[in-house]
């Protein structure tokens, strides 16, 4: 068992920046690949980025790419969600989820953090 939590979110501007933790306390969580997540009132959660294991290979949805980075840290028990240039439809709750290598399918993560809001206005 894995327990994420999740920390950082907040209300920024518009072209404002935050940074997102995902942190664990399990020494197994340097094994696992992380997702993060996002949910919108009244939308599905969405993929926004990933990375494996080792913090070699990331991936990002369309919408982010350019403006957010996800990292590991060291040692690789916490991961960051960096984001950057934040517009208003970034505005979300943000989740972080961890398995056994990367996906862009939720169904798939086995653990997951409680979620931390972000609220970006114009």
């Known amino acids: 068992q894995v327990q994420l939590v999740e920390s950082g979110g907040g209300l920024v501007q518009a072209g404002g920046s935050l940074r997102l933790s995902c942190a664990a306390s399990?020494?197994?969580?340097?094994?696992?690949?992380v997702g993060w997540f996002r949910q919108a009132p009244g939308e599905e959660r969405k993929f926004v980025a990933n990375?494996?294991?080792?913090?070699?290979?990331?991936d990002y949805a369309d919408s982010v790419r350019g403006r957010f980075t996800v990292s590991r840290g060291n040692p690789k028990n916490t991961v960051y969600l960096q984001m950057n240039n934040l517009r208003p439809e970034d505005t979300a709750v943000y989740y972080c989820?961890?398995?056994?290598?990367?996906?862009?399918?939720?169904?798939?993560?086995?653990?997951w953090g409680q979620g931390t809001q972000v609220t970006v206005s114009s």
């Open positions: 989820a961890a398995r056994y290598g990367p996906t862009r399918e939720d169904y798939t993560y086995d653990y």
């Open positions: 399990e020494r197994t969580f340097s094994a696992y690949a």
């Open positions: 990375i494996n294991w080792s913090g070699v290979m990331t």
